[in-house]
């Protein structure tokens, strides 16, 4: 199989840098958003990703937050894509519950690296970044999205929330049957806070055993 990963908007694809150790049987791609700025609305971020995912011939895609996004619209757009495997990672299908402010939940380093990362990177997507927060998800556009098939893979936070509710206040409507899973402890990015337990619900996603062989009955970070 080959996996596309799409990392969010002001993100540099390295935050999937454990991807390879945790998913040795995947074939990995890996794509920046493209500089200088050219992609100004989800339409045309959609489009870029279906292009990438046609030069890569991937099979599926792990997009984080807008990547994730982009990757649902995609499937919004050209329904002929939905057969393309799908995890979502912390992207919100309605106006984000006040609870996931956090970027990151308790790991200093990670929140020293993620900082800088997006001063670094932010200002070099205005454009994306002012359609991004326009986006207005309807009840349409979240039902064609989640016929995709898609799952999720969501930072837990501080816990006090069942994982269903989690999901609802993520957008997810209570009767969607797409699989939700949660990542205790951790904020937006959960592939850099708690990685082997993020990959190891990717790997369900993908349709793949929940540890690689390589890592089972081995402590994974």
Same mark, same amino acid.
């Given at each position: 199989?080959?996996?596309?990963?799409?990392? *969010?908007?002001?993100? /540099?694809?390295?935050?999937?840098?454990?991807?390879?150790?945790?998913?040795?049987?995947?074939?990995?791609?890996?794509?920046?958003?493209?500089?200088?700025?050219?992609?100004?609305?989800?339409? /045309?971020?959609?489009?870029?990703?279906?292009?990438?995912?046609?030069?890569?011939? /991937?099979?599926?895609?792990?997009?984080?937050?807008?990547?994730? =996004?982009?990757?649902?619209?995609?499937?919004?757009?050209?329904?002929?894509?939905? *057969?393309?495997?799908?995890?979502?990672?912390?992207?919100?299908?309605?106006? $984000?519950? $006040?609870?996931?402010?956090?970027?990151?939940?308790?790991? !200093? %380093?990670?929140?020293? @690296?993620?900082?800088?990362?997006?001063? @670094?990177?932010? %200002?070099?997507? !205005?454009?994306?970044?002012?359609?991004?927060?326009?986006?207005?998800?309807?009840?349409?556009?979240?039902?064609?999205?989640?016929?995709?098939?898609?799952?999720?893979? +969501?930072?837990?936070?501080?816990?006090?929330?069942?994982? @269903?509710?989690?999901?609802?206040?993520? *957008?997810? %409507?209570?009767?969607?049957?797409?699989?939700?899973?949660?990542? $205790?402890?951790?904020?937006?990015? !959960?592939?850099?806070?708690?990685?082997?337990?993020? +990959?190891?619900?990717?790997?369900? *996603?993908?349709?793949?055993?929940?540890? $690689?062989?390589? =890592?089972?009955?081995?402590?994974?970070?």
């Amino acid at each position: 199989m080959k996996c596309l990963c799409v990392p *969010g908007l002001a993100c /540099a694809s390295d935050i999937f840098e454990h991807a390879a150790r945790h998913l040795p049987e995947v074939e990995l791609a890996f794509v920046d958003w493209p500089l200088p700025e050219r992609l100004d609305s989800l339409d /045309a971020a959609a489009r870029w990703v279906g292009a990438q995912v046609d030069a890569v011939g /991937a099979q599926a895609v792990l997009g984080h937050s807008l990547g994730g =996004l982009a990757a649902l619209h995609l499937a919004v757009m050209e329904p002929r894509r939905r *057969g393309l495997k799908r995890v979502i990672a912390d992207t919100f299908l309605a106006e $984000p519950h $006040p609870m996931f402010r956090n970027l990151v939940w308790d790991a !200093p %380093p990670v929140a020293k @690296r993620v900082d800088a990362m997006l001063a @670094r990177l932010r %200002p070099k997507f !205005p454009r994306l970044r002012a359609a991004a927060m326009a986006f207005e998800e309807t009840a349409d556009w979240v039902d064609a999205a989640l016929r995709s098939g898609a799952s999720f893979v +969501y930072g837990g936070r501080g816990g006090g929330v069942s994982d @269903r509710s989690l999901a609802i206040r993520a *957008g997810i %409507p209570p009767d969607a049957t797409n699989p939700v899973a949660v990542v $205790p402890g951790t904020g937006h990015f !959960p592939m850099l806070e708690a990685p082997a337990a993020f +990959y190891a619900h990717v790997r369900v *996603g993908l349709g793949l055993s929940a540890a $690689p062989a390589t =890592l089972r009955g081995a402590a994974a970070s």
